[in-house]
């Protein structure tokens, strides 16, 4: 069975920077989307970037400049290097993979920033 796990979450000031890892179980290289959702309390999970098998990438308007998806498929990881972070985006992080059809999601890292 194919599991998500994130980590790297943490409590940071705006302005500041984290990275967020996902670790895949098994090789990831079958996924062939692969991305971070947030939840921030008392909202819907939203998107806020996406990377497909051929490269391609999709970001949340809220996020783009700031945010930079990436996935390493020898290490069978995926990381979200997230910059100038501001107290909106205080919110858990899923990590998400489609493989075969089949939706996987990690069970959260949490992300607070604040001064």
């Known amino acids: 069975q194919v599991q998500l796990v994130e980590s790297g979450g943490a409590l940071v000031q705006p302005g500041g920077s984290l990275r967020l890892s996902c670790a895949a179980s098994?090789?990831?290289?079958?996924?062939?989307?692969m991305g971070w959702y947030r939840q921030a309390p008392g909202k819907e999970r939203d998107m806020v970037a996406v990377?497909?098998?051929?490269?391609?990438?999709t970001y949340a308007d809220s996020v783009k400049g700031r945010f930079t998806i990436s996935r390493d498929n020898a290490k069978n990881t995926m990381s979200l290097q997230m910059n100038s972070l501001k107290p909106e985006d205080t919110a858990i992080y899923y990590c998400y993979g489609v493989q075969l059809g089949i939706s996987y999601w990690g069970q959260g890292t949490q992300v607070a920033v604040s001064s």
């Open positions: 990377l497909s098998i051929g490269g391609r990438t």
């Open positions: 098994g090789s990831i290289f079958g996924f062939n989307l």
